[in-house]
């Protein structure tokens, strides 16, 4: 390998896209990049060279060939978490309301299936229907909604 060579260093989330070479290179092979992203290391220098891509924290390194072909679906999904994340400032607290409101977890990451899981369990007792009441039924549809868009699983 050239260690000139450039590589294309990705961070979706703090908009990131530069080119970069390898820095340091230890005798296990465990590399760093060079100046300015001196700080991104180690990693295996060999899976970068066998695979062409390797993730540190947020960042992704990767040759330009590898670029060409994902830049597309990774700009689709940084543009995804991006819209996400700003959507949960915009509600702000609204979250655990509505987490609550469904009887789900305050923290951590939740899936379509959970919240629809805990939706239609509510759901069951809280419409007309089943003799619940219209306010009520409308507060685990809206926390549904929100939830859904604010952690639906890609």
Sequence with gaps: MNHSEEWVIWN??????????????????????????AIVGPFS??????????A?????????????EDQVTLRIAAREKRRAF?????????????????????????????ISAAFRKLAKTAHPDG???????RRIVEARDVLLELFESP
């Design 56 to 68: 540190f924290g947020e960042c992704l390194v990767m040759s330009r060939r590898r670029w060409r």
């Design 45 to 54: 220098l060999d899976e970068l060279e066998a695979e062409g891509c390797i």
């Design 12 to 37: 979706g989330s703090m908009g990131i896209l530069d080119t970069v070479t390898i820095g340091r290179i230890d005798v296990d092979r465990s590399a760093f990049l060079a100046p300015p992203y």
């Design 86 to 114: 700003l959507l949960k400032m915009e509600i702000g607290d609204n979250s655990e309301e509505h987490r609550e409101t469904l009887s789900l977890p305050m923290e951590g990451t939740l899936t379509r299936s959970e």
């Design 131 to 137: 003799g619940g009441s219209d306010e009520t039924y």
